[in-house]
């Protein structure tokens, strides 16, 4: 499985961003897909999680209400919808695929591919 990372951006704070992460290699509905984050001098950080066939979603608590995690089977894509973005969400963000089905979805271990990470800059 290969995945891009794109979308990223300087956005000033209360903007959004859309970001995309192109997969190929695999059937997309064949995994659970993530997205997590790092922030300069900080560790990787989980921020979304969507079930293989978008059944099941889940946010850290600092993003709920403000980031939606979608997919588009028919494109092979995933998505991070980011909105009322905050100073505090600056960070390279990463997507991640994993083909087990069980474990601990907000933990790195859980994930089998990941994409190169795009920069996100919220200005205040």
């Known amino acids: 499985v290969q995945l891009q990372a794109s979308g990223g951006g300087l956005v000033q704070a209360g903007g959004s961003l859309r970001l995309s992460c192109a997969a190929s290699?695999?059937?997309?509905?064949?995994?659970?897909m993530g997205w997590f984050r790092q922030a300069p001098g900080k560790e990787r950080e989980f921020v979304s999680f969507?079930?293989?066939?978008?059944?099941?979603?889940y946010y850290t608590d600092s993003v709920k209400g403000r980031f939606t995690i979608f997919r588009d089977i028919a494109r092979s894509t995933g998505y991070l919808q980011m909105n009322s973005l905050k100073p505090e969400d600056t960070a390279v963000y990463f997507c991640?695929?994993?083909?087990?089905?069980?474990?601990?979805?907000?933990?790195?271990?859980?994930?089998?591919?990941w994409g190169q990470g795009t920069l996100v800059t919220v200005s205040s």
């Open positions: 290699g695999r059937t997309f509905s064949c995994y659970d």
């Open positions: 991640a695929a994993a083909l087990r089905d069980s474990g601990n979805y907000y933990s790195e271990a859980y994930y089998d591919y």
């Open positions: 969507i079930s293989r066939r978008g059944g099941s979603t």
